[in-house]
């Protein structure tokens, strides 16, 4: 049995490509996943174990599991969900589809695929499942209400499934990450454009002199507190190799603060701070 295999989803740039890579030079059997073939490909390329999964499909989910345990006897050691997507927009302007859609990836297929390693971990005695959620999973910020959503519902998910498995050797570990150097911005514009209509908004205005400007404006310096993936990295392995490891790991400064202010504010005061 191989303790030291995992899954990773979301592997194409970001935070699932650093896991991946790292991971493999420290003795890991990777398999890193990715929604779009050419990605797949690439990935291969380099030397890493890529398969295809779509968190969005039921049968990709089946298929990729299937083919996992093909390569490892039916076992596997830990799966790190980290694929995702942003809707960005304005609360008032997101449509059920595309809630919807959003929802099918970042929270349902992540469910569904670690439902269908659990059997596998309970039956082998052990495991990790590691969930790569977001500041913005306990933090709200304007116009990140789809996200936002997908991630206060992913920590709700998994708080109750540690609870559920506390009495087994399957640990359950919650990574929130403040800003990290990733494409999810860019990869973010195309579903903005897609579902949000700012042309009808109400508050159309805001679209064109707030939001629209950073959204578009690759040539923005970094966040002041942004890191590198390998700042998410850093904690994967200590959540995936520590004997105890923690509930929560917080990644970046923001995180931290986010978590101390909410602590010792009011909503109102919170609010106030997050809006700025």
């Known amino acids: 049995m191989n303790s030291n295999s995992i899954l990773i989803t979301g592997c194409s740039s970001g935070i699932g490509y650093d896991a991946a890579k790292t991971l493999q030079d420290r003795g890991w059997q990777v398999f890193a996943s990715c929604r779009k073939e050419a990605d797949v490909q690439r990935l291969r390329s380099e030397g890493l174990n890529a398969i295809a999964l779509d968190l969005a499909s039921d049968d990709s989910i089946e298929s990729a599991v299937e083919n996992v345990l093909s390569q490892t006897d039916g076992t596997l050691g830990a799966l790190f969900n980290n694929g995702a997507f942003a809707i960005p927009g304005l609360v008032e302007d997101l449509s059920r589809g595309a809630l919807q859609e959003i929802f099918n990836t970042n929270l349902f297929g992540q469910i569904e695929l670690t439902n269908k390693v659990l059997p596998v971990m309970r039956k082998q005695g052990h495991g990790r499942v590691i969930m790569c959620s977001s ?16 991630k206060y519902a992913m920590e709700g998910m998994t708080d109750t499934l540690r609870l559920e498995l506390r009495e087994t050797n399957i640990q359950v ?41 950073r959204l578009y404006n690759t040539k923005d310096k970094k966040d002041k507190f942004e ?34 202010v909410k602590r010792i504010t009011s909503t109102r005061l919170f609010d106030y701070l997050a809006s700025r």
């Open 135 to 150: 500041v913005l999973g306990f933090a709200a910020a304007p116009f990140r209400g789809a996200y936002t959503a997908t």
């Open 173 to 213: 570990v919650l990574i929130e990450p403040g800003p990290i150097k990733t494409q999810i911005r860019q990869n973010s514009a195309p579903h903005f454009e897609r579902w949000i209509d700012t042309e009808n908004s109400a508050q159309r205005e805001r679209y064109e002199t707030v939001f629209k400007p």
């Open 227 to 260: 890191l590198e993936a390998s700042a998410v990295t850093t904690k994967l392995i200590h959540a995936l190799e520590n004997d105890k490891p923690k509930a929560r790991y917080y990644v970046t400064v923001p995180t931290y603060l986010a978590g101390y």
